[in-house]
């Protein structure tokens, strides 16, 4: 069972940058997969960019030039950093983490991020 906790969500303007932070409970050089996905009142959860096994990296078109995701394996953290932020960027964020690279099983509780126009 890995847990993951999220942080770093807020409000804010348009134009204007945050970073989430997902701290797992465990190794995170021993996770092949680890993600970042959003969910929007009324809309399905989509993925935003996630890390595979060998360092293969993928981010969803609307958040590319825009989004980055990292990691620190010594902090057991993974970080989304989000510049150039738009009001359809308004969502809760959550982390996920699965042992295969073919996606995840476990998630975190979600941090919400609210852009204003």
């Known amino acids: 069972q890995v847990q993951l906790v999220e942080s770093g969500g807020g409000l804010v303007q348009a134009g204007g940058s945050l970073r989430l932070s997902c701290v797992a409970s465990?190794?995170?050089?021993?996770?092949?997969?680890m993600g970042w996905y959003r969910q929007a009142p009324g809309k399905q959860r989509e993925l935003v960019a996630r890390?595979?096994?060998?360092?293969?990296?993928y981010y969803r078109d609307s958040v590319k030039g825009r989004f980055t995701i990292s990691r620190d394996n010594a902090k057991n953290t993974v970080y989304l950093q989000m510049n150039s932020l738009k009001p359809e960027d308004t969502a809760v964020y959550i982390c996920?983490?699965?042992?295969?690279?073919?996606?995840?099983?476990?998630w975190g509780q979600g941090t919400q991020v609210t852009v204003s126009s």
């Open positions: 465990e190794s995170i050089f021993r996770i092949n997969y």
């Open positions: 996920a983490a699965g042992w295969v690279v073919a996606g995840p099983s476990y």
């Open positions: 890390f595979t096994s060998g360092d293969s990296t």
